[in-house]
Nanobody, 130 residues
Framework: QVQLVESGGGLVQPGGSLRLSCAAS????????MSWYRQSPGKERESVAA????????TYADSVKGRFTISRDSPKKTVYLQMTSLKPEDAAVYYC???????????????????????WGQGTQVTVSS
C-alpha cells in the first residue's frame, strides 16, 4: 500500500522556519522524483520544489528560491522541505508528491505501478501569522 505521510506543519511567525517531512512507503523510493506542492484557498496547487531520484538535482519555484531547501534521505525513505524566512504568502497546505521516473514499471510488494505513476500525500497545513 502506497503511503506518503507529511508532517511538520504548524503555525509560525513571519520570518520563522519550519521543516516538513514526508515519509514514503509501499514503492521503490529511489526510483521516484519527489516534489513538494502547496495550495492556498482559492488558488491552484503549485509546485514549490522538486528533487531528482538521486538527489543531485533540485528545482525551486522563484517565490521560494534562497529560502526553501528540498532534500531526501534514501535509507529513511523520507523527503524534507526546510523552509526559512517564511512569509504570510507561504501559508498553504503543503503536499508531498512522488513521480516514477524511467520507462519501467515499479513492482513493489506484489503490486506494479506503470511508468509515469504519481502519488500524493494528504497534506500538512502551514500557517504564517503574527
Amino acid at each position: 500500500q502506497v503511503q506518503l505521510v507529511e508532517s511538520g506543519g504548524g503555525l509560525v511567525q513571519p520570518g520563522g522556519s519550519l521543516r516538513l517531512s514526508c515519509a514514503a512507503s509501499g514503492f521503490t523510493f529511489g526510483r521516484y522524483a519527489m516534489s513538494w506542492y502547496r495550495q492556498s484557498p482559492g488558488k491552484e496547487r503549485e509546485s514549490v520544489a522538486a528533487i531528482s531520484t538521486d538527489g543531485r538535482t533540485t528545482t525551486y519555484a522563484d517565490s521560494v528560491k534562497g529560502r526553501f531547501t528540498i532534500s531526501r534521505d534514501s535509507p529513511k525513505k523520507t523527503v524534507y522541505l526546510q523552509m526559512t524566512s517564511l512569509k504570510p504568502e507561504d501559508a498553504a497546505v503543503y503536499y508531498c508528491n512522488a513521480g516514477l521516473r524511467g520507462g519501467y514499471s515499479d513492482c513493489s510488494n506484489s503490486k506494479c505501478y506503470p511508468p509515469g505513476s504519481t502519488f500524493w500525500g494528504q497534506g500538512t497545513q502551514v500557517t504564517v501569522s503574527s
